[in-house]
């Protein structure tokens, strides 16, 4: 079956299939993916396999938002994309932790672990974090405000960083159910089915560059 094919039938049972079942089968590919990778040992997608294995210094956006403190990572994947600070105490989350966790222990890879949270029930006191952070991975949640309200519960500071309309472009595909967009310059989060308009909803400021929106919110 050719490529086309397949993202046609894919496309097609977005539309059909309840919307739990299309995001479980979007986990499901994500694991998969970074399972390919890492069995691989770099052969399929190197740089992806390259990154894993290095070691990061936490990110220059991040130490312009705070200069110390405790900080929330949410939905970072099986590795943290911000990085790591000794003046920071970061806990880094994902829904996947346990099943990325056991993947870098089977492989031997020597990594912080990932802790498991659900952004839409966090289990944290309110204003426990001074920064809840995510980065391309609101979008990927069954409820997006509820996701937003809780980490603005437990975080004094949050920030987010997504590319636009990625529900769209991955036609509603596997996690890709929401789109962030601007209209008029206010800033949207949609589905096929709902918008909301989060410049009205919440107090935030943002710019876009290199077609990634990045939101202040506090």
Known sequence: MNISIRKSIR??????????????????????FWKKIISSKGKYLPDAYNYLMEDHELTSKIKCLIKRGKILEIG????????????YWILSTDILAEKYNRLL?????????IIYADVENLNYSDKYFDLVYAENCIDHTMNPIKAIK??????????????????KLNFYNGLHQWNFT?????????????????????????????????????
């Open 11 to 32: 496309k097609y049972l977005t539309y059909i299939l309840p919307i739990k079942v299309v995001y479980w089968w979007g986990l499901k590919r994500e694991y998969s």
């Open 76 to 87: 970072s994947g099986i590795i943290s994309k911000i990085g790591n600070d000794s003046n």
């Open 105 to 113: 222990l089977k492989y031997s890879i020597n990594k912080p672990s």
């Open 150 to 167: 809780e980490m603005l519960r437990v975080g004094k500071k949050v920030y987010l960083e997504h590319y636009l309309n990625v529900g």
């Open 182 to 218: 601007v209209i008029k310059k206010d800033v949207y989060i949609n589905s096929r089915k709902e918008s909301y308009n989060l410049s009205k909803m919440f107090n935030i400021k943002y710019e876009i560059n290199d077609n990634k929106i990045c939101i202040n919110i506090c």
